[in-house]
């Protein structure tokens, strides 16, 4: 699920229904009961504005509710807009250039997440975006892994040009073959398990925590269409399905991060005390959140609404197995979530990549190190000087014959020994880059930096929600106004139907998206 953007900021998730008193308590093993004391100011609809909302339903009387329109700012090509920024129930969203854009946590011992960035600044400046401070947690460049392995062979290359003295050219040609035999194998292993971790990634983002949102958001919309009378009732039941969907949405993470304490959803109101104290023991407690939605259409939806006090659900018979579908789908995804991220991928192939980059590493450093010191104490004879006639060590030195390091230019020399250490720093980096990013993806909804920003996906999620009931709430009433009065019988100001001009939204029209022929048609152009 996107983040759809609207005219006015999403509500703060803190700004979170009020409970006054439970709405559905658990009285014996399988029973609800209603209790109607909820206020109208907690329930979804504050922060979306109805006449935004039926300028798409209702084209031909938007004018009379539409804001006069100003064209949009071209949007640049290096700043993209994630949602509004500001607190989210203790952390907030920072603009920290560049097109980043960081959920920062007002608790300093808490992680932050990364909620978007720039391709095109990103590769315009890599180098600097990998250094930054801001995005440091999540670069290449600065993963512990990749500094250790950096420092580790820094110091091989070092000891084995020291230790090239005692070689001979036989032995830098074996380190040369073993370091090639080991790269090819860890090509044909590593590509393939950083694949796999992007897949599980996809997948988790788009068909797991992706089907718990539509879910989620299906039933809710279900609940403001069809509990739309302002009853207490319906009122209990909008708030229920809303309150138990973002508690779903919530334990998700939790259970994910292994946090059993439900305490917080319990002072955030998305769980009252004795449904905190029935799911304590229970495992996957996001699936047994759907379980009590479950129980709740399924009362909802018979035909003397299973006691509940709220509205007749229209053709009820035909809409149950599509509303009990839906929440199967969710349970379904939610479990789905928690198989991939229970379910990690074979030890013997991590262990086997893990010991063949660190052997990979290793071997390449010794090589660069062994062929950068035989090359600086290569033998250089000046002055007419002849070669020796018999075999000499590096070590041992012949008199007109000084080594290389003394004959070469300083600026050779410091070229020769910088390539040699990139060549040594570029393995760490990219084989345990390779690495990290797997191993980091393996818990998508845990606590890394890149891991799925759960605190902004809920206020997105809850703002959508809201907007679903506003816009809802607003077709009620207009379709009241416009539709039902104006075509009751005896009426004799009915409606007149627009002409094609008027069907065409003046944000269309301002944009030269589409074209009105006099004809009438509409063409695309």
Not at 53 to 78: D, E, G, I
Not at 403 to 420: E, H, K, N
Not at 439 to 457: E, R, S, V
Request: overall charge neutral.
């Amino acid at each position: 699920m996107g983040a759809t953007q609207s005219a006015e900021a999403p509500l703060p998730i803190t700004n979170r229904p009020t409970l006054h008193k439970p709405l559905l308590s658990q009285h014996g093993p399988s029973g609800f009961n209603v209790l109607l004391n909820s206020e109208p100011s907690a329930m979804p609809g504050g922060p979306v504005s109805q006449a935004s909302c039926m300028s798409m339903l209702l084209p031909s009387t938007a004018a009379a509710v539409q804001q006069p329109h100003t064209p949009k700012r071209a949007k640049s090509n290096t700043t993209r807009r994630v949602g509004a920024v500001g607190a989210l129930g203790g952390k907030s969203i920072h603009q920290a250039g560049h097109g980043v854009h960081v959920l920062r946590h007002h608790d300093p011992t808490k992680a932050d997440k990364l909620l978007e960035y720039s391709p095109e600044e990103l590769e315009e400046r890599p180098w600097f975006m990998g250094i930054w401070a801001t995005v440091r947690q999540a670069s290449v460049l600065f993963f512990p892994s990749v500094v250790r392995g950096s420092v580790v062979c820094i110091v091989i290359a070092m000891a084995a040009a020291a230790a090239s003295l005692l070689f001979e050219k036989g032995v830098i040609d074996t380190f040369v073959e073993v370091r090639g035999t080991v790269s090819s194998g860890l090509f044909f292993l590593l590509g393939p398990y950083v694949g796999l971790a992007i897949a599980r990634w996809w997948q988790m983002r788009m068909d797991l925590l992706g089907g718990v949102w539509g879910a989620i958001s299906d039933l809710n919309m279900y609940a403001t269409t069809w509990f739309s009378s302002g009853s207490k009732a319906d009122r209990a039941a909008r708030e229920l399905v809303l309150r138990y969907g973002l508690a779903a949405h919530t334990l998700l993470y939790k259970a994910a991060r292994r946090d059993e304490s439900l305490d917080s959803l319990v002072d955030s109101g998305l769980l009252l005390k004795e449904e905190a104290e029935v799911l304590a023991p229970l495992p996957s407690k996001s699936q047994m959140v759907f379980a009590w939605l479950f129980d709740f259409w399924s009362r909802a939806l018979r035909d003397d609404s299973g006691g509940l006090g709220t509205s007749p659900v229209p053709h009820a018979q035909n809409q149950a197995p599509v509303v009990l579908k839906r929440i199967q789908d969710g349970r379904g995804a939610a479990g789905g979530a928690l198989a991939v991220v229970f379910t990690q991928i074979p030890f013997p192939y991590v262990h086997l990549l893990a010991m063949l980059v660190q052997s990979c590493c290793v071997i390449n450093a010794v090589c660069e190190g062994v062929r950068l010191g035989w090359m600086l104490s290569e033998p250089v004879c000046v002055d007419g000087a002849e070669p020796p006639a018999s075999h000499l060590y590096r070590y041992e030195f012949q008199a007109g014959c000084p080594p290389a390091l003394f004959v070469w230019t300083w600026c050779a020399t410091a070229m020769l020994v910088f390539g040699s250490w990139v060549s040594v720093v570029l393995y760490p980096v990219m084989f345990h880059g390779l690495l990290s990013v797997g191993i980091m993806l393996d818990n998508t909804l845990g606590t890394d930096f890149i891991d799925f920003p759960g605190t902004f996906y809920q206020h997105i999620m809850k703002a959508e929600i809201k907007g679903f009931a506003a816009c809802i709430d607003a077709s009620n009433d207009w379709i009241k106004k416009f539709i039902l009065a104006n075509n009751k019988p005896g009426s004799s100001n009915k409606t007149e139907a627009p002409d094609a001009a008027s069907r065409v939204s003046p944000q269309w029209q301002d944009n030269d998206i589409m074209v009105v022929r006099d004809s009438g048609s509409v063409n695309m152009v």
